[in-house]
């Protein structure tokens, strides 16, 4: 695509060589990033906008531009089964290699795409790290856009966290190829991966991408000892057809596992499909139902707070793990992350008790 983006180049010092670029004798750069595998032509830019080939080196203009920052509930990315009750110190920086139609962060994922403006602010991995635990975050969220756009600035910021015992976790399409998945498992704990759906056609239409690379990656995620949880935002006329989601929830349970959590995200107009109503509230529980159906164990409902589709229980003896109202949450696991009624282990990553936010009270008993 295009060079649009000068904003953004505007506020990072000097653009990073990046990671996973071969040169062609033509001069041009293939990208092994993402499984778009962009074949990026002098002077111009690959589908996410944010990866350049200058003089036959692919380069990444967003290095540190941070253009949304959050400390927000790890509740909120969403992770249940990570360090509950903790915070996440999030960071996304302009750019995405999807185009959702219903994308809610469009002002800076879309931005070198339409050609707009985006503000973004300095910080190098170090600052990113020191932010974190001067806001007592348990864990750093690459997220807001699709991170590996910016594998090189995850990667360095990663590995200081992970020395300075912070938790590293993306919130992502999924679209990773295997090689890149390869560099950030070793620093990454956790992934809440979008599947959008389970329709090669959606993907293609709405987002600009297909459905196969998504799966492979998810797969490759759990090989690579990830943990992984995933969403699907319904959509009314979109996803929402029951046997999709049946075939969804049964694929993940075969491929992934029954204790995979599956978040079931109810769908606000947003972008370009502002004349698309909100999902029903009746379609996003039978959805839950559709998951358990299928031998899924654990499946939340989000942004449907009046469902109270939002509580943990255990995988053997059903008794209530964790209690969330809102971002509150009110633990009952033992100290090492355990049903306390049955003893069963939950499946998740750091249960135990770790670094608590203001607020949360973890451990108490529910009201
Ligand atoms: S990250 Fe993906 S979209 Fe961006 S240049 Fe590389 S292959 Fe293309």
């Not at 799966?215 to 000892?225: I, K, M, N, S």
């Not at 355990?338 to 990553?349: E, N, Q, V």
């Amino acid at each position: 695509m295009p060079l649009v983006h000068s904003l953004i180049r505007s506020v990072v010092p000097a653009a990073v060589p990046t990671r996973l670029a071969e040169l062609q004798p033509d001069g041009s750069v293939r990208c092994g990033v993402c499984a778009h595998r962009c074949l990026v032509r002098p002077d111009r830019a690959g589908i996410c906008g944010v990866r350049e080939n200058r003089d036959g080196v692919l380069v990444s203009t967003v290095y540190g531009a941070v253009a949304a920052i959050g400390v927000d509930p790890i509740e909120k990315k969403p992770l249940f089964h990570v360090a509950p009750g903790t915070l996440a110190y999030s960071i996304g920086t302009p750019g995405c290699p999807f185009h959702c139609m219903f994308c809610q962060n469009w002002e800076i994922a879309q931005a070198p795409r339409l050609g707009t403006t985006v503000s973004t602010r300095h910080m190098p991995p170090e600052r990113v790290v020191d932010a974190a635990r001067e806001h007592g975050a348990a864990a750093i969220a690459y997220t807001y856009v699709e991170p590996t756009i910016f594998l090189e600035y995850a990667l360095d910021t990663a590995r200081l966290a992970r020395a300075a015992g912070l938790l590293n976790l993306f919130v992502t399409d999924g679209y990773a190829t295997p090689e890149a998945i390869g560099m950030l498992a070793p620093v990454l704990d956790a992934a809440n991966v979008d599947l959008k759906s389970f329709s090669d056609a959606f993907y293609r239409r709405r987002c600009g991408a297909r459905l196969a690379p998504v799966l492979d990656a998810l797969q490759a995620y759990r090989r690579a000892g990830t943990w992984l949880e995933v969403t699907t935002l319904v959509i009314p006329g979109e996803n929402d057809d029951p046997s999709e989601l049946r075939a969804l929830a049964a694929w993940l349970v075969e491929n992934l596992g029954a204790e995979t959590p599956w978040h079931v995200s109810r769908f606000f107009p947003a972008f370009r499909m502002l004349d698309v109503p909100p999902t029903p509230i009746a379609t996003v529980r039978r959805a839950v139902e559709i998951g358990r159906e299928a031998g899924l164990v654990h499946v939340y409902a989000g942004n449907a707070p009046e469902l109270g589709l939002e509580d943990t229980r255990c995988a053997g003896c059903d008794a209530l793990l964790i209690e969330r109202r809102g971002y509150r949450v009110f633990s009952r696991l033992t100290d090492t992350g355990s049903c306390s009624t049955c003893g069963r282990a939950l499946a998740g990553r750091n249960l135990a008790r770790g670094p608590e936010r203001p607020g949360a009270p973890r451990g108490a008993p529910c009201g």
